[in-house]
């Protein structure tokens, strides 16, 4: 499975942006789709998470809730997030992530195909 994001740009605080991510490949091993963001030397930061089949569940970080959306166009095979209210600790690169099991997982290694990431850099 290939990912390929894009949508990634420098926007002011308080802005919105919306992020896009096409999978390529192997798609039908895909029970799952996330994001996460990583910031130059340190560990990815889970974001949300869909399932790509069925009712298409949904979890988020508690920094993601509220302001972050993710979306899902199984025909397309592309998975979104629809990002408001930006603030200047959202800087970071979001990498697009792909996994079999569908489980919703906040762990990085429960993803097992990565995008190389789009960068957001907010500035307030």
């Known amino acids: 499975v290939e990912l390929a994001e894009s949508g990634g740009m420098s926007v002011e605080a308080g802005g919105s942006l919306t992020l896009s991510c096409v999978a390529s490949?192997?798609?039908?091993?895909?029970?799952?789709m996330g994001w996460f963001r990583q910031v130059s030397g340190k560990e990815p930061e889970f974001i949300a998470a869909?399932?790509?089949?069925?009712?298409?569940?949904?979890r988020y970080s508690d920094s993601a809730r509220g302001r972050f959306t993710i979306l899902r166009d199984i025909a397309k095979h592309t998975v979104s997030l629809q990002m408001t209210n930006l603030k200047s600790e959202d800087t970071a690169v979001y990498r697009c992530?792909?996994?079999?099991?569908?489980?919703?997982?906040?762990?990085?290694?429960?993803?097992?195909?990565w995008g190389r990431g789009t960068q957001v850099t907010v500035s307030s």
């Open positions: 992530t792909a996994d079999q099991l569908g489980f919703l997982s906040d762990w990085a290694s429960a993803h097992e195909f």
């Open positions: 869909i399932k790509w089949t069925g009712d298409g569940a949904t």
């Open positions: 490949g192997r798609t039908h091993l895909i029970a799952g």
